[in-house]
């Protein structure tokens, strides 16, 4: 499997910014799709946004203008820039890669263990 680590979360006042990152350690997987959930207390967990190898993006429509998904391919790494953050935004964040095989088949999905991510109003 691959391990995933994300970084960059923090508490932050609404209407600041904040960049998560996450990288991918080193294996002989490839990773199509990443992406970043989030999960606030109570709540199930939800898309925020997702990134092709080849760059397409998703957002929610919740996120949509405000947040930015970006990826290194040769790093490994997947960010998140949020912008204009809302007290709403306050989640667990978590970062997610789809594996394939060196054949190209897919084998599953990698976790990483989550972020937290508090906007004071």
């Known amino acids: 499997q691959v391990q995933l680590v994300e970084s960059g979360g923090g508490l932050v006042q609404a209407g600041g910014s904040l960049r998560l990152s996450c990288a991918a350690s080193?294996?002989?997987?490839?990773?199509?799709?990443m992406g970043w959930y989030r999960q606030a207390p109570g709540k199930q967990r939800e898309l925020v946004a997702t990134i092709t190898s080849g760059g397409s993006t998703n957002y929610a429509d919740s996120v949509k203008g405000r947040f930015t998904i970006s990826r290194d391919n040769a790093k490994n790494t997947v960010y998140l820039q949020m912008n204009s953050l809302k007290p709403e935004d306050t989640a667990v964040y978590y970062c997610?890669?789809?594996?394939?095989?060196?054949?190209?088949?897919?084998?599953?999905?990698?976790w990483g263990q989550g972020t937290q991510v508090t906007v004071s109003s």
């Open positions: 997610n890669a789809d594996l394939l095989l060196p054949t190209m088949r897919p084998i599953g999905t990698s």
């Open positions: 080193k294996s002989n997987f490839r990773i199509a799709t």
